[in-house]
Structure formats: C-alpha cells, structure tokens
C-alpha cells in the first residue's frame, strides 16, 4: 500500500490585469510559498480574499496547490 505525504502547499491569486482585443481577461498569477498543509480550504479562501484586497487589479480567483510525495510501503 501507497503512503501519501504532503510536502508543500502553495496559495495562488489569479488576478486580472487586462483584456484582449476580444475580450478574453489577461490574468497574472501570485503565488505565496510556504503555507501549512494543514489549513482549511475555508482559510485558504479568507486569507486569499484579505491579500487579494491589497492589490491593485481585482481578484479572478484563489487556488490551492499542494504537492504531495507517495511512498511505496
């Protein structure tokens, strides 16, 4: 059996910074390293929406990424 190991979690602001010619939004991404994997996606969201108030372009959407290791056992 497969052990799963979380090592890193990441928080990523999808902001919009512009739009095409067609309309399609132009989107950087922000990125904060180093979040606690134990956190709650409902915190994630919180703390995403309280940096996104800071910024200057308005917020497309939060995502979490976490990367995992799996160890064979």
Excluded: W
């Excluded at 979040?35 to 919180?46: I, K, P």
């Amino acid at each position: 059996m497969a052990i799963r190991e979380s090592i890193i979690s990441r928080l990523r602001l999808s902001l919009k910074v512009g739009e095409e010619t067609d309309g399609t939004p132009v989107m950087r991404n922000r990125t904060y390293n180093r979040m606690n994997h134990t956190v709650s996606d409902d915190d994630v969201v919180l703390v995403g929406n309280a940096i996104a108030s800071l910024q200057v372009y308005p917020m497309l959407f939060v995502a979490r990424v976490d990367e995992t290791k799996v160890i064979a056992d």
